[in-house]
Each structure stands twice: as C-alpha cells, then as structure tokens.
T-cell receptor
Framework: GIQVEQSPPDLILQEGANSTLRCNFS?????LQWFHQNPWGQLINLFY???GTKQNGRLSATTVATERYSLLYISSSQTTDSGVYFC????????????FGQGTILTVHP | EAGVAQSPRYKIIEKRQSVAFWCNPI?????LYWYQQILGQGPKLLIQ????????DSQLPKDRFSAERLKGVDSTLKIQPAKLEDSAVYLC???????????FGPGTRLTVL
C-alpha cells in the first residue's frame, strides 16, 4: 500500500514564528487532506488539496502531485496552533480510504 | 450545518466485555467511515459504508468487531469481546460520496482494563 511520511516528527516554536511541515507519499493520489488534531482529539479539517495551492488565513498548503509531496505553511504561529498535524491521502484503488502519516507534533510556546 | 456526532465520548470496560459506539454522519452524506487511532499513531480505517452497503472492511477484525448501517444514515460499531489492545480512539467520518473530503466526529476514547 501507499506510504505517507511526515516531517519533522516534532517541532517546537516560539509564538510568532513561521513553520513548514512536509508530507511525502509513495504513489499517485486522488485526494490529500491536512488535519489539525487538537488536545481533545478532534480532527479539524485544514485543507482538501489534491493539487495546487490554497490559503486560509495564516495557513496555506501546496501539493505537487507529480513530485508526490505536500507542504503546510503556518505563519505567525499562536499557542492555539499546538497539536498534531496529519497529512492523509486517498489513492485511486483505495475506495476513498484515507491513509494517514504519523503526524507532526507542534508545540508553540508563548 | 451540524457535524458528525458520536457517542459516548469516553468508555472504560474490562477485557472480555462488549461495547458499542454510535455515529450520526453529516446530513446527506452517503459515505461513512470508522477509523481506529491508537495512541501516537495516525487513524487507520476499520470499515467503510456507501449508503447501507459495505465498501471496504478488509482491516476489520471480524472475529470480534462488527458494524452496521441499516438505514443508510447512522451507524453502530461493536466490539465483543474486547481485548487490551483495543484501547484506542474510535473515530467516525463521513463524506458526500466516496473520494470526497472527509469530516470527522469528536471520537470515542475506549480504555480496556
């Protein structure tokens, strides 16, 4: 099956700093989603981005499907950005099943 | 628009007992998914329904896990008997159709003692 690798595994920032999270995948994908899992365990949708670039406030994402990677940018980080960020993909043969990476644990200090 | 609803939010049981989780997807969403998330890992699919039919249950431990979506709306996931390794968060998600953006509920945190 497809492999999804996220880097870095852990990231510690001071409030106000910028960061880039990376997601590499081993096969072509039909769908890619970025999620933020808050400390209560809720998965919050950030982006649905099979290709191209999207922006939502301080967050933006870029997926280069031909090179099999996606990037999540967080600018001017806030303490509320802390949590785990997951990348998840759907392949053409997976009937819509999301395959998740291991996540990046982000800690933002005041 | 209401999100995906799940209950209970927390459950503690002893091994060999049975437990059931309930999920109500976003209104109008045809596809419903159950994922298992073990601490420190990403969620993994257990079973996927399209309306009331099973699309993928290849990762469901069928000797102890069962799930149904009888009327094509809400769904129940059952574990009987539970094992210690079933301790995890059980997440329900829904999407308009297979392959669309998925939206997750708050999850049920299961502890098996």
């Amino acid at each position: 099956g497809i492999q999804v690798e996220q880097s870095p595994p852990d990231l510690i920032l001071q409030e106000g700093a910028n960061s880039t999270l990376r997601c590499n995948f081993s096969d072509s994908v039909n769908n890619l989603q970025w999620f933020h899992q808050n400390p209560w365990g809720q998965l919050i949708n950030l982006f649905y981005i099979p290709s191209g670039t999207k922006q939502n406030g301080r967050l933006s994402a870029t997926t280069v499907a031909t090179e099999r990677y996606s990037l999540l940018y967080i600018s001017s980080s806030q303490t509320t950005d802390s949590g785990v960020y997951f990348c998840a993909v759907v392949t053409g043969t997976s009937y819509g099943k999301l395959t998740f990476g291991q996540g990046t644990i982000l800690t933002v200090h005041p | 628009e209401a999100g995906v609803a799940q209950s209970p939010r927390y459950k503690i049981i002893e091994k060999r007992q049975s437990v059931a989780f309930w999920c109500n997807p976003i209104s109008g969403h045809a596809t419903l998914y159950w994922y298992q998330q073990i601490l420190g890992q990403g969620p993994k699919l257990l079973i996927q329904f399209q309306n009331n039919g099973v699309v993928d249950d290849s990762q469901l431990p069928k000797d102890r896990f069962s799930a149904e979506r009888l009327k094509g709306v809400d769904s129940t996931l059952k574990i009987q008997p539970a094992k210690l390794e079933d301790s995890a968060v059980y997440l329900c998600a829904s999407s308009p159709y297979t392959g669309n953006e998925q939206f997750f509920g708050p999850g049920t945190r299961l502890t098996v003692l």
